[in-house]
């Protein structure tokens, strides 16, 4: 293997971890600068404008997923992560400058694409980086910087408060643009013995591009946890998008305080959750070769009651502590999605494989928040919880029960 002092690979999960953190704080803060935003451009002041706006960053970015994994698994990682950030950072400070909603919109389109090519290139080298002792904590610490990233987005309506929705848009896309270049001077791309002797294979012809495809897809287990996958993503998302409406319909709170209130409290709960749960699962790996899978079993067996006290909680500490135990679960589920993939695929296609299962988990929440707002206008919610917690329980039992890991790490498999 190449030489890389016995620190690198900590000094890469600090470097990606702004760069996950920029990831999150760019995409969210939109969401909550419309009432400044619309000043300027009235037609924000419409809601079905400003869905638009917010769902086509999600869908581009859900279908750009398997095709960024695809090309994160043949060209090389750190160059595709620092493109991707200087794209999005350009396509934010753009925003600043943005004077009609179509520019808007364009833009926003355009950050889907280009933030898509982040993630599957991320995970999948923080994965090369770290092997099956550190692997979880790893990915965990990186998980860290998406959540505070989330938590840190719901402050863009205060800067623009106190200065301009264009300079709070101008100004963390400067950040993004300067930190790749401290990327481009810092990282560097992960080189195996096997690297050092036989010369990769980055021709981008059809037919090589779509060769990881076809061994991930013929893959039964990666179709397992494709589905342990997007399943959570469902009640993630719903938690995410609706939580906060819910708290402020359900205890007479202001939005304004009932937002930031949940979005923290979910936020650094998962924070402490992908901490605890990469840790503990690096440990257990090292006894039971279904360590990360009980693991990350745990944590979403803790989502579950969680779901039906949000339903049916109608007291503040009773939605507070569904908030956190939800987080917290959610985390240590979070952290061990890649950990586990590793155990199944090889680390030529782990990329590709992330980025369809980033695909099935954004796909997924669009659907469900279309789907669960209805039910929030029907009057009763509550059920769909349970529903949702239901789904949860079968997803659980097929992976505890189908997926059986024979290696801590596939390495040597399909090369």
Known sequence: MKSYSSTYHWIVVALLWVVALLNYLDRQMLSTMRPSMQIDIVELKSATNFGYLMSVFLWIYGLMSPISGIIADKLNKKWLIIGSLMVWSVVTLSMGYAKTFYQLYFLRALMGVSEAFYIPAGLALIADYHKEHTRSLAIGLHMSGIYLGQALGGFGATIAANYSWQTTFQFFGMIGIFYSGVLILFLREYK???????????????????????????????????????????????????????????????????????????????????????????????????????????????????????????????????????????????CNNMPILCQFVSSRYRATAYGLLNMAGIIAGAMITGIFGKSIESGNPAKNFVVLAGI???????????????????IDQLR
């Open 192 to 334: 195996s013995a096997e690297d050092l002797t036989i010369p990769s294979d980055h021709s981008l012809n059809f037919t090589s591009l779509f060769t990881g495809l076809s061994v991930v897809l013929s893959n039964i287990s990666f179709w397992i946890i494709l589905m342990y996958f997007a399943v959570p993503s469902l009640p993630g998302w719903v938690v995410k998008n609706w939580l906060p409406t819910l708290f402020s319909e359900n205890l007479g709170i202001e939005m304004s305080k009932a937002g930031p209130i949940t979005t923290i409290t979910i936020a650094g709960a998962s924070l402490l959750g992908v901490l605890i749960g990469g840790y503990f699962s690096d440990k257990w790996l090292q006894i039971n070769l279904k360590g990360r899978i009980y693991t990350s079993a745990i944590g979403l067996s803790m989502t579950i009651p969680a779901l039906i006290l949000i339903g049916y909680g109608h007291s503040f500490i009773a939605i507070i502590s569904a908030a956190f135990c939800f987080g917290l679960g959610f985390g240590i589920f979070d």
């Open 392 to 410: 949860l329980i079968g997803a659980l039992a097929i992976q505890l029960i189908f997926l059986k890991p024979r290696t801590r790490d596939c």
